[in-house]
């Protein structure tokens, strides 16, 4: 799989939107962006995938760079219990290892009040 | 709808005793089946999936093993536990209509004494 890179940490008031940034320089044409989040002492919760074109659901807006080689997570309105680590994973469906996901280290959101 | 139970939540064991840990998926058929641990402070690393009944892939050579007696019942055993087999283990399910969301379960917190 095609590697993402993320910072460690980052840092939003409560209320504010808050941008997430991923770098995915060698990505392939098949592969899908997702991004997932884990709260604290919680498995993963799924967040919002995409390929090529922007997608926005209840919970998030993903921006995919034009070249695929970066994207973002945008939270429109940052809260408390959007406190988590932030995951972003690439994944090619046509992949034989059952489309299990590798997730890296994160970036660790800390929403202040 | 679909959920997933693990059990037990918790659990503290001594070196060299055994294993094991059952995840059970409701309401979805056939779906594919993942074993995932995090050890402290660290990221989830991949440990096992399944395709389907007995069809089990391993990601990292270790002491556990994993089986599908059942079509939605995925089990991780030990033989003999180690001190590094210390974690948060997390089952999680992917069913055949979405091929992009992983659902998890509420985890197990193993610790090894």
């Known amino acids: 799989d095609a590697k993402t890179t993320q910072p460690n940490s980052m840092e939003s008031n409560e209320e504010e939107p808050v941008h997430l940034p991923c770098n995915h320089s060698t990505i392939s044409g098949t592969d899908y962006i997702h991004w997932y989040r884990q709260l604290p002492s919680q498995g993963p919760e799924y967040v919002i995938h995409?390929?090529?074109s922007n997608v926005n659901n209840r919970m998030a807006s993903l921006a995919i760079a034009e070249d695929r080689k970066s994207s973002t997570l945008i939270l429109h309105r940052a809260t408390l219990r959007d406190a988590a680590v932030y995951y972003c994973i690439l994944r090619d469906p046509n992949s034989n290892s059952g489309y299990a996901l590798n997730f890296g280290k994160g970036t660790s959101l800390l929403v202040t009040p | 709808s679909q959920t997933i139970h693990q059990w037990p939540a918790t659990l503290v064991q001594p070196v060299g005793s055994p294993l094991s840990l059952e995840c059970t998926v409701e309401?979805?058929?056939?779906?594919?089946l993942y074993w995932y641990r995090q050890a402290a402070g660290r990221g989830l690393q991949l440990l096992f999936y399944?395709?389907?009944?007995?069809?089990i892939s391993s990601e990292v050579p270790q002491n556990l093993s994993a089986s599908r007696p059942q079509d939605r019942q995925f089990i991780l055993s030990s033989k003999k536990l180690l001190l590094s087999d210390s974690g948060f283990y997390l089952c999680a399910w992917r069913g055949l209509a979405g091929p992009y969301e992983q659902y998890f379960g509420p985890g197990t917190r193993l610790t090894v004494t």
């Open positions: 309401g979805t058929s056939n779906p594919n």
């Open positions: 995409g390929l090529t």
């Open positions: 399944s395709v389907g009944i007995g069809q």
